[in-house]
């Protein structure tokens, strides 16, 4: 299909513009105009451009793209190496951010939750990027990390009691601790999310509400490959999720 046929289809399918980000939504490279073959990655790093280019891809989706605001514009370094390769190979690169942490089928929330066995019932929160459910039947925090790492292939770092109940849950992809406090005030049980900062361990303790940080990159790789799977069967597309392992 032609690139800016899907860059339109991603448009409309993820509404960028509704979302107030950190960086660009949509095609961020501009590289061959016929797409046939197409990559999904959590990150834009220089290995899954190599990885995408051994793979014959003719563009690179991922959830954590370029151009961070208040990162250092200029293109030096591995900046420069990045975008030199992607541009000498004619690479497309598609990144959606807090647009494909959203999406109500194919985000990255609501593909955790799948995995997880929680029942989503509703969102809150800035931009509704916190999700709501609950758990059934209701597990202890021990069982519900157990299944945790069973299913994302790593230990989650737990706040809380190992044998509280746990069935009312709040979650966020990804580098969303700071959603925490919004949690608590939802009167749920845990809140889940890939990462943690120090004053979340005493804010987890204080309230009762267990804190589960499951991982960054662990947490934020099942919506870029529903995207991905998603336009292959759409639009007759090769595609191949590939895995740069990050144990954040």
């Given at each position: 299909?032609?690139?800016?046929?899907?860059?339109?289809?991603?448009?409309?399918?993820?509404?960028?513009?509704?979302?107030?980000?950190?960086?660009?939504?949509?095609?961020?490279?501009?590289?061959?105009?016929?797409?046939?073959?197409l990559?999904?990655?959590v990150?834009?790093?220089?290995?899954?451009?190599?990885?995408?280019v051994?793979?014959?891809?003719?563009?690179?989706?991922?959830?954590?793209?370029?151009?961070?605001?208040?990162?250092d514009?200029?293109?030096?370094?591995?900046r420069?190496?990045?975008i030199?390769?992607?541009?000498?190979?004619d690479?497309?690169?598609?990144?959606?951010?807090?647009?494909?942490?959203?999406?109500?089928?194919?985000?990255?929330?609501?593909?955790l939750?799948?995995?997880?066995?929680?029942?989503?019932?509703?969102?809150?929160?800035?931009q509704?990027?916190?999700?709501?459910?609950?758990?059934?039947?209701?597990?202890t925090?021990?069982?519900?990390?157990?299944?945790?790492?069973?299913?994302?292939?790593?230990?989650p770092?737990?706040?809380?009691?190992?044998?509280?109940?746990?069935?009312?849950?709040?979650?966020?992809t990804?580098?969303?601790?700071?959603?925490?406090e919004?949690?608590?005030?939802?009167?749920?049980?845990?809140?889940?999310?890939?990462?943690?900062?120090e004053?979340h361990?005493?804010?987890?303790?204080?309230?009762g509400?267990?804190?589960?940080?499951?991982?960054h990159?662990?947490?934020?790789?099942?919506?870029?490959?529903a995207?991905?799977?998603?336009?292959?069967?759409?639009?007759?597309?090769e595609?191949h999720?590939?895995?740069?392992?990050?144990?954040?």
């Amino acid at each position: 299909m032609k690139r800016d046929e899907l860059n339109r289809y991603l448009d409309a399918l993820l509404e960028p513009a509704r979302f107030r980000d950190y960086c660009p939504n949509g095609l961020q490279v501009e590289g061959r105009t016929e797409v046939r073959t197409l990559v999904s990655g959590v990150s834009a790093s220089l290995a899954l451009l190599e990885a995408a280019v051994e793979a014959g891809a003719d563009a690179v989706l991922v959830h954590h793209g370029w151009f961070w605001r208040d990162e250092d514009p200029r293109i030096t370094g591995t900046r420069k190496r990045r975008i030199a390769f992607a541009l000498e190979r004619d690479l497309n690169l598609f990144a959606f951010h807090l647009p494909l942490d959203a999406h109500p089928e194919l985000g990255n929330n609501a593909q955790l939750a799948a995995r997880l066995g929680i029942e989503q019932t509703g969102r809150a929160g800035e931009q509704d990027l916190i999700g709501v459910g609950r758990i059934a039947p209701p597990r202890t925090l021990a069982e519900f990390c157990a299944e945790a790492e069973r299913r994302l292939e790593r230990a989650p770092l737990a706040i809380g009691e190992a044998e509280q109940r746990i069935e009312r849950i709040a979650w966020c992809t990804g580098g969303a601790q700071g959603f925490f406090e919004s949690a608590i005030a939802l009167g749920v049980d845990a809140y889940l999310t890939g990462e943690i900062s120090e004053q979340h361990t005493h804010l987890a303790r204080e309230s009762g509400v267990a804190f589960v940080a499951a991982g960054h990159h662990a947490t934020e790789r099942f919506g870029v490959q529903a995207l991905g799977a998603h336009l292959a069967a759409r639009f007759g597309l090769e595609h191949h999720f590939i895995d740069v392992p990050n144990p954040v």
